[in-house]
């Protein structure tokens, strides 16, 4: 079987590029042009390696390398991108990637840096499920079940069930949704509406079907997930 290579690149031509190359190397190949497809595609397809650009549409790529690694996803990355000071690289390095080129590049360099990662053998990675309650949540497979029963879910439904379960038990502000699972940092760009019409239809779907509710709303505070006392 040929290595799967994924590309999150929001430049066409570039992308194209790279696609040609890369398959007349040998590899199968999957692309993305926005981060928030690709961080998708990451979780679905599960490539080999992932050529990840950094300024993408939707969502930054060190933010989709960090999530990877938070969930201990098995994937090597080579961060492919223009930012390329040192503190870029180290930045980059940093947050789990396993190699950092910068643009523009030699495609025989960058083969070879591919070749050479994906000879490499990855450790193995931390337990990947999470669970409260009869409520589970397997992040390398991206699927949640109630009482053995699997929740359709939408990966922003997902994202959002992730952040309340692994905050389990703590008060969960809206402040504090928008700032991690949407990547909202400006202040002056409110998303509470967004918010609270993705809760009710999470709510709608691992809560409203079971005689027990987990996720709670804490009024003026925000929400809670936890087993009723």
């Known amino acids: 079987m040929k290595p799967r290579i994924l590309i999150i690149e929001d430049d066409r031509k570039m992308s194209e590029a790279l696609v040609v190359g890369l398959q007349e190397a040998g590899y199968d190949m999957d692309t993305a042009a926005s981060g928030e ?14 050529l990840l650009d950094l300024t993408l549409p939707h969502r930054n790529g060190l933010e989709i390398l960090k999530q990877l690694r938070a969930e201990g996803i098995d994937m090597r990355v080579l961060i492919l991108t223009s930012h390329n000071t040192v503190e870029d690289r180290v930045e980059g390095l940093r947050a789990g990637a396993d190699d950092y080129l910068g643009k523009p590049f030699s495609f025989p360099e960058l083969l070879a840096r591919i070749d050479a990662l994906l000879r490499r053998v990855l450790p193995p990675t931390e337990a990947n499920t999470y669970g409260i309650g009869d409520l589970s949540l397997d992040t390398k497979a991206r699927t949640a079940a109630r009482k053995g029963e699997m929740l359709d879910l939408t990966p922003r439904e997902f994202d959002l069930l992730l952040y309340f379960v692994q905050n389990r038990g703590r008060i969960v502000s ?55 006392s």
């Open 37 to 50: 497809e690709g961080f998708y595609l990451a979780h679905k397809q599960r490539p080999d390696l992932l």
């Open 174 to 228: 809206r402040e504090m949704l928008a700032r991690d699972v949407w990547r909202e940092t400006s202040r002056f760009t409110p998303i509470d509406n967004v918010i609270d019409v993705q809760i009710a239809r999470l709510r709608k779907k691992i809560d409203d079907p079971f005689p027990v509710k987990l996720l709670q709303t804490v009024r003026g505070l925000g929400f809670c997930l936890r087993e009723p």
